[in-house]
């Protein structure tokens, strides 16, 4: 069975001070694995998917990055704005399309 | 863009009452889902169809059932809402394989 663990649960920053989110995973045959955003009251909004260790894709201050245990989601200078809950999901060659998903780390950035 | 809607935001209903949430997805996506979130659980997923009129069991489908007559629409039936079906309802859809793409959410209240 796929496992997702996300730490920490929550996170609270400084603006302008840097820091990197955990997404664990086990899976049989990684066919994916997402971050989402989820804004308060709101669905989670796609940022981000990696198929294979050593890929990384970044999208203004967010960065995420893929081992073969782990995913690692870096906010360089965050913004308040940048506060949302962050979810990691995977999908592996088993679940027929569908994705499993890590409890989420909920980031508050103060300005 | 991708665009996912739900027929509501926010719904109240009664105990016992039959309750039908809607999505609708333009995309052509093959797999759509229905999860539910509640505070401290995650997202949980309750049912998901990979092409008109399948459906598969989630992880959480007691209580509920599901159907989906064209590719664009599926939708979640409580037959005899409870208490505890209060929560957030979020829809998604996806190409096989990908990435999801989430609605904005029902807020669904029972009393």
């Known amino acids: 069975e796929d496992q997702v663990t996300q730490s920490p649960e929550a996170l609270r920053l400084q603006e302008g001070e840097s820091s990197s989110l955990n997404c664990s995973y086990t899976v049989s045959g990684l066919r994916g694995l997402f971050w989402y955003r989820q804004d308060p009251g709101k669905g989670p909004e796609f940022l981000f998917t990696?198929?294979?260790a050593g890929e990384e894709k970044e999208k203004e201050r967010l960065k995420a990055t893929l081992t073969k245990k782990e995913s690692f989601l870096h906010i360089t200078a965050p913004k308040p704005e940048d506060s949302a809950t962050y979810l990691c999901a995977v999908r592996g060659n088993t679940n027929a399309g569908k994705s499993t998903f890590g409890d989420g780390t909920t980031l508050t950035v103060k300005p | 863009d991708v665009k996912v809607t739900q027929s509501s935001r926010y719904l109240v209903k009664r105990t016992g009452e039959k309750v039908f949430l809607e999505c609708v997805q333009d995309m052509d996506h093959e797999n759509m889902f229905w999860y539910r979130q509640d505070p401290g659980l995650g997202l949980r997923l309750i049912y998901f169809s990979y092409d008109v009129k399948m459906k598969e069991k989630g992880d959480i489908p007691e209580g509920y059932s599901v159907s989906r007559e064209k590719k664009e629409r599926f939708s979640l039936i409580l037959e005899s809402a409870s208490t505890n079906q209060t929560s957030m309802y979020l829809c998604?859809?996806?190409?096989?394989?990908?990435?999801?793409?989430f609605g904005p959410g029902t807020r669904l209240t029972v009393l």
């Open positions: 990696l198929y294979s």
């Open positions: 998604a859809s996806s190409l096989t394989g990908t990435e999801q793409f």
